[in-house]
């Protein structure tokens, strides 16, 4: 079956730092590959999504960033934190199964101070 | 430009009676539909979702309607129980080269009273 983590869970960082998610996904091959941020009292955001290796498409402008340089590994990134960065990160990959399905990962719940 | 909306922040009903969570959608290109679960601090979890060719899907306590001429989707869930407290977002997606993109609803909080 499928296994999706993230890590790490809970992330406090000074505004400035950088910062350095990671996903991977274990059981699949050449899965689609997302990320979405919840803001306190919001519903998902997608900020990018991969069809595979090296292959990252941002859906809105910010100061985050993405890579994927392995097949189940997917990265969300930041040279420099802001406030506004703070919120709950999620991953998620797409089934095959019903293949408009997406599943998600545990998150990461990253406050900026 | 809100593409997808939860009109309803919240909901609560008590143990035993139906739930009836709300979607309501601007875009008829919208071709899939899918119901997630949400606990705090927590992943979403895929719930029950329908495709655009039908008007209904049953799993269990779960049923989604679809009226696609209204543009709107709604979640009965029947009996409620206490554990289905939780946040209940809609989830919407295009076909073709969408690449599997959902576009999420706000969120509504849902509250079963014993």
């Known amino acids: 079956s499928q296994t999706i983590h993230q890590w790490p869970a809970t992330l406090v960082q000074p505004v400035g730092s950088p910062l350095s998610l990671e996903c991977t996904v274990e059981?699949?091959?050449?899965?689609?590959l997302y990320w979405y941020r919840q803001a306190a009292g919001r519903g998902l955001q997608l900020l990018f999504y991969s069809v595979g290796i090296g292959q990252i498409s941002s859906e809105v402008p910010q100061n985050l960033s993405a890579s994927r340089p392995q097949d189940r590994q997917f990265i969300l990134s930041s040279k420099k934190l802001l406030l506004s960065d703070s919120g709950f990160y999620l991953c998620?990959?797409?089934?095959?199964?019903?293949?408009?399905?997406?599943?998600f990962g545990p998150g990461t719940r990253l406050l900026v101070l | 430009d809100q593409q997808v909306k939860q009109n309803s922040p919240s909901l609560s009903v008590q143990e035993g009676r139906i739930s009836i969570l709300n979607c309501d959608y601007t875009n008829s290109m919208f071709d899939y539909f899918l119901w997630y679960k949400k606990y705090p601090a927590e992943g979403p979890t895929f719930l029950i979702s329908i495709s655009s060719i039908k008007d209904k899907n049953e799993d269990g306590r779960f049923t989604v309607f679809l009226n696609k001429s209204a543009k709107h989707l709604s979640l009965h869930i029947v009996p409620s129980q206490p554990g289905d407290s939780a946040v209940y977002f809609c989830a919407l997606a295009k076909g073709g080269t969408s690449y599997g993109k959902l576009t999420f609803g706000q969120g509504t909080i849902l509250t079963v009273h014993p």
């Open positions: 998620a990959w797409r089934g095959w199964t019903h293949k408009e399905t997406q599943y």
């Open positions: 059981g699949t091959s050449n899965p689609n």
